[in-house]
């Protein structure tokens, strides 16, 4: 069974940083395509960016393109999200999930999940 943790969320201000963590535990990480995505109130949930098992591929929503980063550790079994010059409207709960190899920006071709990590901005 893989497991997922997700840590780093926080309340910050507009235009603040924060960074994201995910650990994941069972199977086999280096093998594994991450992504992140991210559930506002009442709003499905949606892609935030993607990962290929190597780090080789990263793809972002366009809402997030050229403020946030995609990164991953296999040694430590982690992927990153750095989220700069935050904004009130990247408010959410960020889940990160797991598939295998090849990255995916649906959230049904994803395979295991985390609980979620609370992200808010204030204006």
């Known amino acids: 069974q893989v497991k997922l943790v997700e840590s780093g969320g926080g309340l910050v201000q507009a235009g603040g940083s924060l960074r994201l963590s995910c650990v994941t535990s069972g199977g086999t990480f280096s093998q594994y395509a991450m992504g992140w995505f991210r559930q506002a109130p009442w709003n499905e949930r949606e892609f935030v960016a993607a990962?290929?098992?190597?780090?080789?591929?990263?793809y972002y929503a366009d809402s997030v393109k050229g403020r946030f980063t995609i990164s991953r550790d296999n040694a430590e079994n982690t992927v990153y999200l750095q989220m700069d010059s935050l904004k009130p409207e990247d408010t959410a709960l960020y889940y990160c999930?797991?598939?295998?190899?090849?990255?995916?920006?649906?959230?049904?071709?994803?395979?295991?999940w985390g609980q979620g990590t609370q992200v808010a901005v204030s204006p």
């Open positions: 990962i290929s098992w190597s780090g080789g591929m990263t």
């Open positions: 999930a797991t598939r295998s190899f090849i990255p995916a920006m649906n959230v049904n071709d994803y395979d295991y």
